[in-house]
């Protein structure tokens, strides 16, 4: 067939389309057009359509106006709940016809909408990008909802499936988009953010570990034992090091361990033990001073580790202790030392120690707290709230004592 004759065979089709919507509603009425109307719009995968043909069926059925509107409250009482409900069910067919072309992009406002990410998470999943991925650059305008950085957008950034979109992140944009993405635009707290930073670390540990074992290879002619961990790689291998040597983009090691601090996965904490280790060994060039409690980043680092893995708790904490006091606050009255000590008396199960420093660095600090827990949060893990009454009465804040005595009548009995 022609060209010609299949244009002509399709204006005859959309033709047809139209006239039967014409003999429809003059032999069997609206009800029946609505339905022929949406039947068509779905063999013809015009889904967008088809949600709003679906609506206009129910708000025919119920004597509305079919134009409808976006408002809920425009909807009489009494068949509110009814058209809530439907919308809901037409919402998930909707995503769901677009879950099945694939559009997984174009399906997320659906389920958005009703607040039900299952479905997309699950797609996205095991969505992987398409084997011409490579031709695309990162700084062009892309207009695909399912390309990368579609679905990115709504797995992370929208918060469909956040883990799957940050695993995507590191995988297709490498580690330093990932460790800015941790550091600077990370909005998510609890198992998500375990999650994203146990993938992170996981990844630079295993680029580390690669580079080491070729370096071994390709010097002592010899593949090392295939179990060995970084911490075995390095160990006599003092080589390794000489002449300036590194075998990993030092940012991004020193990011990591940043990261794993804030971390509880005990495997990654020891991959992070281990990286520590490593960085001890560089050169004097490759060594890093921060401000203070963390002036020799790597051993700094290295104790507190230890200790959030339950190793040397003890002589951790007397540690910070003396750097705290060296330090103090600085210019602007700030006290990170303390937060951080703070912080680590909370993470190896002393809250009650962690509030008395809180109680005397850090309650009167002028600035927001970066890594220290609240006071809220520490007397709950104390499962005592009398410090932080007795500071919201000397601030004379109400909404703080309130909350506090709530909370405390709603938790056990003080511990002894």
Same mark, same amino acid.
């Given at each position: 067939m022609s060209t010609a004759e299949n244009q002509k065979a399709e204006s005859t089709a959309?033709? #047809?389309?139209?006239?039967?919507l014409i003999e429809t509603l003059d032999e069997s009425g609206v009800q029946a057009t609505i339905e022929l109307l949406a039947k068509t719009l779905e063999s013809e995968k015009k889904f967008p359509q088809l949600f709003e043909a679906l609506l206009m069926k129910k708000r025919h059925? &119920? @004597? &509305?106006? &079919?134009? @409808?509107n976006?408002? +809920?409250? #425009? +909807?009489?009482?009494?068949h509110r709940q009814e058209v809530e409900d439907y919308y809901v069910e037409v919402c998930r067919i909707i995503g769901g016809h677009l879950l099945a072309e694939g559009k997984i992009g174009s399906a997320w406002p659906y389920f958005r909408a009703i607040d039900d990410p299952s479905a997309i998470a699950e797609a996205i999943s095991s969505w992987e990008p398409p084997e011409d991925w490579g031709e695309y650059k990162e700084d062009e305008e892309e207009t695909d909802e399912d390309d990368l950085d579609g679905i990115i957008e709504v797995a992370f950034n929208q918060g469909a499936h956040p883990v799957r979109g940050y695993e995507l992140i590191l995988s297709h944009y490498g580690t330093c988009r990932a460790i800015t993405t941790f550091e600077h635009q990370f909005p998510y707290q609890g198992e998500t953010r375990e999650a994203c930073g146990k993938l992170l670390i996981d990844q630079l540990y295993g680029e580390l570990l690669d580079s080491l074992r070729n370096d071994i290879e390709t010097t002592e002619n010899k593949e090392p034992p295939k179990d060995a961990d970084v911490g075995t790689l390095i160990s006599e291998r003092e080589w390794l090091f000489e002449s300036l040597g590194y075998h990993i983009d030092i940012s991004h090691l020193q990011s990591c361990v940043r990261a794993a601090a804030t971390l509880e996965d005990q495997e990654t904490i020891g991959k992070a033990i281990q990286m520590c280790d490593y960085g001890r060994r560089l050169g004097r060039d490759y060594q890093v001073t921060e401000r203070p409690p963390f002036e020799d980043f790597y051993n700094d680092y290295r104790i507190m580790l230890r200790a959030l893995s339950g190793e040397g708790i003890d002589g951790a904490i007397r540690y910070y202790t003396s750097k705290m006091e060296r330090a103090g606050p600085d210019e602007d009255g700030n006290n990170f030392p303390a937060e951080v000590l703070t912080f680590l008396l909370a993470q190896v199960g002393k809250p009650e120690d962690a509030i008395a420093v809180y109680i005397e660095h850090l309650k009167d600090a002028p600035g927001p707290l970066s890594v220290c827990p609240s006071l809220l949060q520490l007397s709950a893990l104390a499962e #005592?709230?009398?410090? &932080?009454l007795e500071t919201a009465r000397e601030k004379d804040d109400l909404l703080q004592f309130g909350l506090g005595l709530v909370k405390r009548a709603a938790s056990p009995e003080p511990k002894s």
């Open positions: 959309n033709a #047809d389309r139209f006239q039967s059925e &119920l @004597g &509305l106006a &079919l134009e @409808g976006d408002s +809920i409250r #425009d +909807i009489p009482e009494e #005592d709230y009398s410090q &932080l």
